[in-house]
T-cell receptor, first 116, second 111 residues
Framework: EAGVAQSPRYKIIEKRQSVAFWCNPI?????LYWYQQILGQGPKLLIQ????????DSQLPKDRFSAERLKGVDSTLKIQPAKLEDSAVYLC??????????????FGPGTRLTVL | KNQVEQSPQSLIILEGKNCTLQ??????????LRWYKQDTGRGPVSLTI?????NTKSNGRYTATLDADTKQSSLHITASQLSDSASYIC??????????FGSGTRLSIRP
């Protein structure tokens, strides 16, 4: 079974530039999550989708971050404009069905973003 | 406030030795507790999940314990191997809609 795919794996941009990350979840997984993991810290949930609807985006900095999951499969996370403090690993995860945290989440390898 | 605290922050042990990682939480209402292993440059992978009624769960050389009364969990690694070098993250779910990650323990196994 293929895992969660993310691209790119690495991205270096200058502050105030824009960047987009892509995630393809495990086939059949209804729930998709985006996390931000700053070096030395645990992941922080940014947004959770159930199919193509948003379940929780309470920690998403909506003035600069946006995410969409068209057709309930792939998802993109965008940052515009980027700040130095956005340097982190952006993890995508998916889980099978219920959208609750009782399901096991499967994580992708992450995208490491460096903002200069 | 929902919090998950892990200790130690980092740990170095010799190959073949055992070790125990700690997780204390203040989360309500408690739903489940997971331990994840995160290799460098990779996403976390679930090792164990425990609900309120479970106090021990094993996965090979990994054994997790849960004391719901004291709100503590531990992850014990037996006969460590070089491949155990990773960060271990404790994650607690509150109800059905909140998930709180600890900061992780960075474990290094030396030959």
């Amino acid at each position: 079974e293929a895992g969660v795919a993310q691209s790119p794996r690495y991205k270096i941009i200058e502050k105030r530039q824009s960047v987009a990350f892509w995630c393809n979840p495990i086939s059949g997984h209804a729930t998709l999550y985006w996390y931000q993991q700053i070096l030395g810290q645990g992941p922080k949930l940014l947004i959770q989708f159930q199919n193509n609807g948003v379940v929780d985006d309470s920690q998403l900095p909506k003035d600069r971050f946006s995410a969409e999951r068209l057709k309930g499969v792939d998802s993109t996370l965008k940052i515009q404009p980027a700040k130095l403090e956005d340097s982190a690993v952006y993890l995508c995860a998916s889980s099978l069905a219920s959208g609750t945290f009782r399901d096991t989440q499967f994580f992708g390898p992450g995208t490491r973003l460096t903002v200069l | 406030k929902n919090q998950v605290e892990q200790s130690p922050q980092s740990l170095i042990i010799l190959e073949g030795k055992n070790c125990t990682l700690q997780c204390n939480y203040t989360v309500s209402p408690f739903s489940n507790l997971r331990w994840y292993k995160q290799d460098t440059g990779r996403g976390p992978v679930s090792l164990t999940i425990m609900t309120f009624s479970e106090n021990t769960k094993s996965n090979g050389r990994y054994t997790a314990t849960l004391d719901a009364d004291t709100k503590q969990s531990s992850l014990h690694i037996t006969a460590s191997q070089l491949s155990d070098s990773a960060s271990y993250i404790c994650v607690v779910s509150a109800g059905a809609s909140k998930i709180i990650f600890g900061s992780g323990t960075r474990l290094s196994i030396r030959p």
